[in-house]
């Protein structure tokens, strides 16, 4: 009579094997989160858009997840925003009416923070506890959540310097807080998209997959600029195109002192650095679209990517030569981060 005794390596071939057939299932709900930090991206985006971001002048991560409920609850939120210098200077004899307008703006983009973080963390958790996460990808799960962390606190440093001696919150911090959603949002569609389906091998050379991946890089430097941009209220003005200030290359770039701040503080300098990377990008897509066109599955990436990529460029000189709309300034801003999307499963394809 045999006995068949289970080994710790046969256990731990087997909890190998169950983890390898959650890769789909933990790419799905990464896929998911991804689309509602998308989301709260744009929710984002029309909060700027329309004056909202500073109708909420605390900061309560649990208490504040409830709105005001009763009129007294109401009357003392908008008293505090009374408080602030865009009442006194921009909506002074602003209605509670209006008020209401633009704090539930604000209220929806903290509440939907806030619902990732609990999408986010409680499959996370349930995944953890049945030892279905491999070993190598737990580290960059926990990193994901702790940046998500860091973006809430990010987001109210933001608010904060808008709240006293501003009409509107710093460029400098709106462009971090943007930069690190779409850092956030970047790293977890990789991942996903590595354990979503086993990749498949594509023989480009090594110069090549480096290319797309400084792609990657080129459109996540050109949201940034798009940030300075939004934040320095930029594209209310200058509203022509293929010119600005009259010249394609306008002669008072460099008006301010020291250079540095022309690149961060001149709203010509940082239209005019936002255009020129938008045709950067272009070039470099269309070229890449050339260098791969021996690779089936890269091409077709490739194809979709320059698609985005001109319609983005569209979208952007519509919204320009109309004084940024709501609509088509949210509509933008969405446009961005698919076209980063692209870009990322371009680089996948190549990068094995």
Aim: charged share 15%.
């Amino acid at each position: 009579m045999t006995m068949s005794i289970e080994t710790p390596s046969s256990t731990r071939s087997a909890a190998d094997q169950r983890q390898i057939a959650s890769r789909r299932l933990i790419a799905y709900w990464l896929f998911a989160v991804a689309g509602l930090i998308f989301a709260m991206v744009v929710v984002g985006g029309l909060t700027r858009l329309t004056e909202s971001g500073l109708s909420i002048t605390e900061w309560k991560p649990v208490m504040g997840a409830l709105p005001p409920l009763g009129d007294a609850a109401w009357a003392d939120a908008f008293a505090k925003y009374q408080q602030i210098p865009q009442y006194e200077l921009v909506n002074k004899g602003m209605t509670l009416g209006e008020f209401k307008s633009i704090f539930w703006w604000e209220w929806s983009h903290r509440f939907l923070g806030r619902f990732i973080g609990f999408a986010f963390l409680v499959p996370f958790l349930g995944f953890l506890a049945t030892r279905r996460i491999e070993r190598a990808l737990a580290p960059r799960l926990a990193v994901m959540f702790v940046l998500g962390a860091l973006q809430g606190a990010l987001g109210w440093w933001m608010v904060k310097s808008g709240l006293t001696h501003r009409v509107d919150v710093s460029q400098y911090r709106l462009a971090a807080h943007l930069g690190l959603a779409t850092l956030i949002y970047a790293y977890m569609i990789w991942v996903a998209l590595g354990l979503w389906r086993e990749p498949v091998p594509v023989a480009a050379s090594g110069g090549l997959r480096k290319a797309s991946l400084a792609l990657v890089g080129l459109v996540f430097f050109q949201m940034l600029l798009g940030a300075f941009v939004a934040g320095l209220k930029a594209g209310y003005i200058y509203n022509t195109w293929p010119l600005i200030d009259g010249a394609f290359i306008p002669s008072r770039l460099f008006d301010q002192s020291p250079l540095w701040r022309n690149f961060f503080e001149s709203h010509l300098t940082a239209q005019f650095d936002h255009r020129m990377v938008a045709y950067l990008v272009a070039l470099m897509v269309g070229w890449h679209w050339l260098a791969t066109r021996r690779f089936a599955q890269a091409t077709r990436s490739a194809i979709w990517l320059a698609l985005a990529v001109l319609a983005q460029i569209g979208l952007g000189i519509w919204a320009l030569l109309w004084a940024v709309p709501v609509p088509l300034g949210a509509a933008h801003q969405a446009g961005a981060l698919i076209v980063l999307t692209l870009a990322i499963v371009h680089a996948r394809r190549l990068i094995a």
